[in-house]
């Protein structure tokens, strides 16, 4: 039976708000930067600057070891190789996603995945950990032609699951979450446990915040 929500419909981020996907960058990251004889970085710099796509978190990584920027297209070849053969290795679902998943099933909501990590990525990450199944499309962050914190990806997404922006609940993990989401016109939900680019995270404009995915209010 259909519990009543206040939502006809959840879209959810990946990193940071269901999986912990840290590792996975750490490794991929400095084994990119091995291979082209770079210093490695340190794990707080990456929990600070993931969360805009992949263009960004490289673009800000080689200037963080000093390498300059026309280095860039090698060093996205070997970080796309690298993250593709360790793809989940090092991730982790969160305490209360698979509970939060199932609820938000119970409840009759069309639940989508909303990343600014690469689609295939993104999609293999769910199928190995158990959760892809939970969703009817997943997007990443070449899905559309901008990325969040941008509205048009939770625009589209909202047509594809065929509702209004206000019945489209956005549950994250940061900043870029919730400017996505205001933009947007959709509700917004924040996890606190999630990578918030350095910054207290119940500082940023939301409608409210959760400890874990099974505490949202259905």
């Avoid at 990251?29 to 993931?50: C, I």
């Avoid at 698979?98 to 690469?118: D, H, M, Y």
Wanted: glycine share 10%; aromatic share 8%; proline share 7%.
């Amino acid at each position: 039976m259909r519990t009543p929500t206040p939502w006809q419909a959840a879209i959810i981020d990946l990193d940071g708000t269901m999986i912990d996907t840290l590792g996975d960058f750490v490794v991929a990251l400095n084994a990119m930067l091995a291979e082209l004889a770079l210093p490695p970085v340190a794990r707080g710099f990456v929990e600070y600057t993931v969360g805009k796509g992949s263009e960004h978190l490289i673009r800000r990584t080689l200037a963080e070891v000093g390498a300059p920027a026309s280095r860039y297209d090698a060093a996205w070849a070997g970080y796309q190789q690298h993250y593709r053969r360790i793809n989940g290795n090092e991730a982790e679902v969160y305490p209360g996603v698979v509970e939060g998943l199932r609820r938000l099933g119970e409840a009759g909501l069309p639940l989508a995945c909303l990343t600014n990590k690469p689609g295939d990525f993104a999609r293999e990450l769910l199928q190995r950990k158990g959760l892809s199944g939970h969703f009817r499309h997943v997007f990443g962050g070449d899905a559309f032609a901008q990325k969040k914190p941008h509205p048009l990806p939770l625009l589209e997404t909202c047509k594809a699951l065929g509702v209004s922006p206000a019945q489209a609940l956005m549950v994250g993990d940061s900043a870029n979450d919730a400017q996505a989401a205001r933009a947007a016109g959709c509700p917004v939900v924040l996890v606190t446990y999630g990578y918030n680019h350095g910054q207290p995270v119940r500082e940023v404009d939301a409608d409210a915040f959760i400890d874990r995915l099974d505490q949202l209010p259905l």
